[in-house]
């Protein structure tokens, strides 16, 4: 997954089977042969989706899987080591926990040595800038790199927000997820809405973060032609903003 700039993917939503068969074959009529997905779901369909009826189809349309993102796992969970297992056979090898953080470095070093032996990649989704800190303070006592952050910009009232959190610590962020609203419904990435995403991008190129970057949408639906087209924009735009460094 090295490149020079962004690893500019859509978030998809699966509930089981039966529906990520129906995104994928939206994705094959499209013709997004080569597209990042990050495939986003909750403990329960993780636990019931077997590994290859999960990869297979995914295979076989010709789309990547950036990322396996699960929102409700706890931390004793038996599926973390699944969740390692999946996410170590995907292209971008690396799984996100979106739930409340576990604090206790014991817990934090389990999950470390179980993504470790899988050479995959663990990030987890503070969802405050207290729980940033709070969480980077016992992920720096940790060696190794396996764990980071994934930063979601829903989780702040404003692009001005999102960013005084997360450029401290962008050295170890490697999903930033975007999204825009307007009128409480969904907007475009690059109108002005209630975020203002042209200046997030900025900052994240001129910064060089080379990590995903991924157009997802939590509080509102946006189907799966619309994240399409959004894609379409942002790489758009990202690949100008490149030209200019």
């Given at each position: 997954?090295?490149?020079?700039?962004?690893?500019?993917?859509?978030?998809?939503?699966?509930?089981?089977?039966?529906?990520?068969?129906?995104?994928?074959?939206?994705?094959?009529?499209?013709?997004?042969?080569?597209?990042?997905?990050?495939?986003?779901m909750d403990s329960e369909a993780l636990q019931q989706v077997s590994l290859?009826?999960?990869?297979?189809?995914?295979?076989?349309?010709?789309?990547?899987?950036?990322?396996?993102?699960?929102?409700?796992?706890?931390?004793?969970?038996?599926?973390?080591e699944k969740l390692a297992v999946v996410a170590s056979e995907t292209a971008g090898r690396t799984a996100i926990i979106s739930s409340p953080n576990p604090q206790d470095l014991g817990v934090l070093e389990e999950w470390l040595q179980v993504f470790a032996?899988?050479?995959a990649r663990l990030l987890l989704e503070p969802r405050s800038a207290r729980e940033t800190h709070q969480l980077y303070k016992s992920l720096r006592e940790l060696i190794g790199g396996v764990l980071g952050f994934s930063q979601v910009q829903e989780n702040f009232p404003s692009?001005?927000?999102?960013?005084?959190?997360?450029?401290?610590?962008?050295?170890?962020t490697h999903n930033v997820q975007v999204s825009n609203y307007g009128e409480g419904r969904v907007a475009r990435?690059?109108?002005?809405?209630?975020?203002?995403?042209?200046?997030?991008?900025r900052m994240l190129v001129s910064h060089g973060y080379s990590g995903q970057l991924t157009i997802g949408y939590e509080k509102a639906p946006a189907s799966l032609s619309f994240l399409l087209e959004e894609h379409r924009a942002v790489d758009s735009f990202l690949k100008s903003l490149e030209e200019k460094i």
């Open positions: 997954m090295e490149t020079a700039g962004p690893i500019l993917s859509i978030s998809v939503q699966m509930r089981g089977e039966r529906e990520l068969e129906e995104v994928l074959e939206v994705l094959r009529a499209a013709g997004a042969g080569g597209l990042w997905i990050q495939l986003c290859w009826d999960l990869l297979d189809p995914v295979h076989d349309a010709g789309v990547r899987i950036s990322s396996i993102r699960v929102v409700d796992i706890r931390p004793e969970s038996e599926l973390i032996a899988y050479q692009t001005e927000h999102f960013l005084r959190v997360l450029t401290p610590y962008l050295q170890m990435i690059l109108t002005l809405g209630v975020y203002n995403n042209p200046l997030l991008l």
